[in-house]
């Protein structure tokens, strides 16, 4: 892969895990991880001190909690994104956490390959889950919020064009699949996924696909 490395810190109370996980994605040439920290206090400050796009962080951090250090840095740096990175069953939590903006949802259990994919994603705007969690979500997500009217108010806030990027992401295609459908380039696929996140007053694409589903929005393999 080519460009600038994605910078990544890493957050985790154990030592060990956090050392061998900023070994393992140092390996990757687009990956730089530019700092790790064992606690929420010290990973505040290394994110004060240095750039950041993608933060790591451990869901059972000590005598924090990861998903609040994650609503902090979403809240304090908007254009970072996390991946929550769980050793424990907490599946409930998955739904709480892609509410808060969360991007990413990794279990420590499974290959490096997973959390690595989800980080390059991320990055580029996607949200990656457990294809065992995607059903839970999408149904939750379809009957959570206020649904009905609201729903097909704010989908009319969108562009022709911004329509026809949710129909396709509704038909659960990626973002380099509809650049291809669509002919145009990935970045402006990112450009039209951020602004229809604005317009809908959501932090990720799963949500966005849940307002459309409320509002009739339908999937549709020839745009």
Known sequence: ???VPIRIAVVDDHQVFTDAIAERLRQEPDLDVVGTAQDAA????????TEVD?????????????????????????EAQVVLVTGVDADERCLE???????????KLGPASVLIDAIRGV?????????????????????????GVRDETVIRKLSNRELDVLRCLVDGRSRKEIGVLLNVSPNTIRTH????????????????????????????SEV
């Open 1 to 3: 892969m080519t460009g």
């Open 97 to 107: 956490a892609l509410r808060s903006g969360v991007r990413g949802w990794v279990s």
């Open 54 to 78: 993608v933060v790591t962080v451990d869901l059972a951090l000590g005598a924090d909690d990861g998903l609040d250090l994650a609503r902090d840095v979403l809240a304090r740096w908007p």
């Open 123 to 147: 990055a580029q705007g996607e949200t990656h889950i457990p294809g065992r969690l995607l059903t839970m979500v999408l149904s939750s997500l379809t009957a959570w919020g206020d649904g």
């Open 193 to 220: 996924v951020q602004s229809i996140l604005h317009k809908l007053e959501v932090h990720s694409a799963l949500t966005a696909v849940a307002i459309a589903r409320r509002a009739g929005v339908r999937g549709d």
């Open 42 to 49: 010290g990973a505040l400050a290394l994110l004060e001190a």
